[in-house]
T-cell receptor, first 112, second 114 residues
Framework: DVKVTQSSRYLVKRTGEKVFLECVQD?????MFWYRQDPGLGLRLIYF???????EKGDIPEGYSVSREKKERFSLILESASTNQTSMYLC???????????FGPGTRLTVT | AQTVTQSQPEMSVQEAETVTLSCTYD???????LFWYKQPPSRQMILVIR??????QNATENRFSVNFQKAAKSFSLKISDSQLGDAAMYFC???????????FGTGTRLQVFP
């Protein structure tokens, strides 16, 4: 079974803090993704990576950065958290050439 | 730009009955995939069913089937014999063939009543 894990289920941070969200997958998948999920907006792609040290901007990259130093780990970084970044963050991975993305359980981030 | 529209924010169904969730999409591409994902409350999102655009036959997975109308750009999900465990958010998604990016709709919350 593919397993995608995220470092925290719930996180509360203060405005201006630097926030790291970690995602790890155990199936040697090439592609990894970070989404943001908000009510009424569905899932929106923030960044994705198709290889170590490679990254591509998604639809809403502003205010975020990512890091992929190892194949199994993809980190989402909020350099200076703001209240409008309060959201559910979902990580996903996919084997190159396959159709299915596998999702992590999500991190519900609250910025106060 | 490709878009995916789910016009039903909420739906409800009685246990053992059938329900259909709607999805439309906009694209100028001819080769693509369509997906339905399920997100149960506080649980991970999982793939329910997929459809390749080049296939005319509608995909089926047990109690889940789709009605894929390529010309109309419509991709509805039918759940037969609904069960309490089917209660979840359902997302329709689209991906151009040979690309990495999934585009999601806004979701439909399905409630199942006993």
């Amino acid at each position: 079974d593919v397993k995608v894990t995220q470092s925290s289920r719930y996180l509360v941070k203060r405005t201006g803090e630097k926030v790291f969200l970690e995602c790890v997958q155990d199936m040697d998948h090439e592609n990894m993704f970070w989404y943001r999920q908000d009510p009424g907006l569905g899932l929106r792609l923030i960044y994705f990576s198709y290889d170590v040290k490679m990254k591509e901007k998604g639809d809403i990259p502003e205010g975020y950065s990512v890091s992929r130093e190892k194949k199994e780990r993809f980190s989402l970084i909020l350099e200076s958290a703001s209240t409008n970044q309060t959201s559910m963050y979902l990580c996903a991975s996919r084997r190159l050439g396959n159709y299915e993305q596998y999702f992590g359980p999500g991190t519900r981030l609250t910025v106060t | 730009a490709q878009t995916v529209t789910q016009s039903q924010p909420e739906m409800s169904v009685q246990e053992a009955e059938t329900v259909t969730l709607s999805c439309t999409y906009d694209t100028s591409e001819s080769d693509y995939y369509l997906f339905w994902y399920k997100q149960p409350p506080s649980r991970q999102m999982i793939l329910v069913i997929r459809q390749e655009a080049y296939k005319q036959q509608n995909a089926t997975e047990n109690r889940f089937s789709v009605n894929f109308q390529k010309a109309a750009k419509s991709f509805s999900l039918k759940i037969s014999d609904s069960q309490l465990g089917d209660a979840a958010m359902y997302f329709c998604a689209y991906r151009i063939y040979n690309t990495d990016k999934l585009i999601f709709g806004t979701g439909t919350r399905l409630q199942v009543f006993p």
